[in-house]
């Protein structure tokens, strides 16, 4: 099977079975951010306790892509330090200004880098985005508190 391909399936399952896409009640910060290009819209709530992303939960509407993404992130950032989930981001963010240049770090990105060939659709990377900037900005409030 073509990498290619591989990386579209991964997109789909998130898209099609999305972790973690329920909000929870319980939450240390709750941001809602919306891609104004497409319409693409996510909620995001996070609990961060002593410097440790304990839960995030979402929902939202949108393309696969942004769905999916989310899902990934949400998951990814389970179980880590603020500070290590924020270098995630980073990555992330990273791999999508790329323009399809690099592929990203299975290492830390796990999943996220099946998004890698959004980079090369401009159009495509805000979709991509949404939902980790969600969660930056969410993570950042709630590590305030």
């Given at each position: 099977m073509e990498l290619d391909s591989l990386y579209q399936e991964v997109i789909l399952d998130h898209y099609k079975h999305p972790l973690h896409k329920k909000l929870l009640p319980s939450y240390t910060a709750q941001?809602?951010?919306?891609?104004?290009?497409?319409?693409?819209?996510?909620?995001?709530?996070?609990?961060?306790?002593?410097?440790?992303?304990?839960?995030?939960?979402?929902?939202?509407?949108?393309c696969s892509?942004?769905?999916?993404?989310?899902?990934?992130a949400s998951d990814l950032m389970m179980g880590k330090t603020l500070d290590q989930a924020l270098l995630i981001v980073e990555?992330?963010?990273?791999?999508?200004?790329?323009?399809?240049n690099e592929k990203g770090d299975e290492d830390v990105l796990?999943?996220?880098?099946?998004?890698?060939?959004?980079?090369k659709f401009p159009?495509?990377?805000?979709?991509?985005?949404?939902?980790?900037?969600?969660?930056?900005?969410?993570?950042?409030?709630?590590?305030?508190?």
């Open positions: 941001v809602h951010h919306v891609n104004p290009s497409c319409g693409d819209e996510i909620t995001l709530n996070v609990s961060i306790q002593d410097g440790l992303v304990e839960n995030v939960s979402w929902d939202g509407v949108g892509i942004s769905q999916a993404s989310t899902s990934i990555a992330f963010s990273k791999l999508m200004s790329s323009k399809g796990e999943d996220g880098v099946a998004l890698a060939g959004v980079s159009a495509r990377i805000k979709c991509a985005l949404l939902g980790w900037m969600a969660f930056k900005d969410a993570a950042l409030q709630s590590g305030k508190n």
